[in-house]
């Protein structure tokens, strides 16, 4: 079945540094999907991108979908505190309305 | 304010027992989701339902069963808890559209089987 790789699991960052988490699918997405999860929390969702090559911000938060749309990045400039927490991707192939979730990369941000 | 709600914050229940696991959304999605989440695995999917009595196995459904009697309501049951069940479970909805949408959690229940 369809699989979604994530790297890192862990990162930890000094505020202000960047900070950037890789999602990899071994099949070819039709969509894939950020989440935030925050401490104590529930996942929230970020985004969703579709097209082949697609880049959309959010004021720090950068989302690409590769050119094959098997893999995807969350790219954060300039890290604050408020950015922990665990970001999953999900991915959907073929015709499912089912994502995949990755496992997730912890951001841990020391001041 | 969109909201999906579980029953229970916290369960502590024994080894053997039958558990009920409700999930309430009140934004009349067609599909529900329970998830499972462990440390280091993500979320992986128990059981998803796309319509009222409709349900699917998803990648982990051993141990488990849902029930979808009306359309705003998901049930997760475990039909004899063990401890490898202890568990954070997460229930999500999402609307039908021509791809998929973005899904909406609710808070989460921290279950140990003890």
């Known amino acids: 079945g369809q699989q979604v790789m994530q790297i890192p699991q862990y990162q930890h960052v000094q505020e202000g540094e960047d900070f950037t988490t890789y999602c990899n699918s071994s099949t070819t997405l039709s969509n894939i999907q950020w989440y935030k999860q925050r401490p104590g929390g529930h996942p929230v969702f970020l985004i969703q991108?579709?097209?082949?090559?697609e880049v959309k911000k959010q004021k720090r938060l950068t989302f690409q979908f590769g050119e094959a749309k098997k893999n995807s990045s969350l790219h954060i400039t300039a890290t604050q505190t408020t950015d922990v927490g665990t970001y999953f991707c999900?991915?959907?192939?073929?015709?499912?309305?089912?994502?995949?979730f990755g496992r997730g990369t912890s951001l841990i941000v020391h001041p | 304010d969109v909201k999906v709600t579980q029953s229970s914050r916290y369960l502590v229940k024994r080894t053997g027992e039958k558990v009920f696991l409700e999930c309430v959304q009140d934004m009349d999605h067609e599909n529900m989701f329970w998830y499972r989440q462990d440390p280091g695995l993500g979320l992986r999917l128990i059981y998803f339902?796309?319509?009222?009595?409709?349900?699917e196995k998803g990648d982990i459904p051993e141990g488990y069963s849902v029930s979808r009697e009306k359309k705003e309501r998901f049930s997760l049951i475990l039909e004899s808890a063990s401890t490898n069940q202890t568990s954070m479970y997460l229930c999500?909805?999402?609307?039908?559209?021509?791809?998929?949408?973005?899904?909406?959690f609710g808070q989460g229940t921290r279950l140990t089987v003890v």
């Open positions: 991108l579709v097209k082949s090559g």
């Open positions: 999500a909805s999402s609307m039908v559209r021509s791809g998929p949408t973005e899904a909406f």
């Open positions: 339902s796309y319509d009222v009595k409709m349900k």
């Open positions: 999900a991915g959907t192939s073929g015709g499912s309305y089912i994502p995949t």
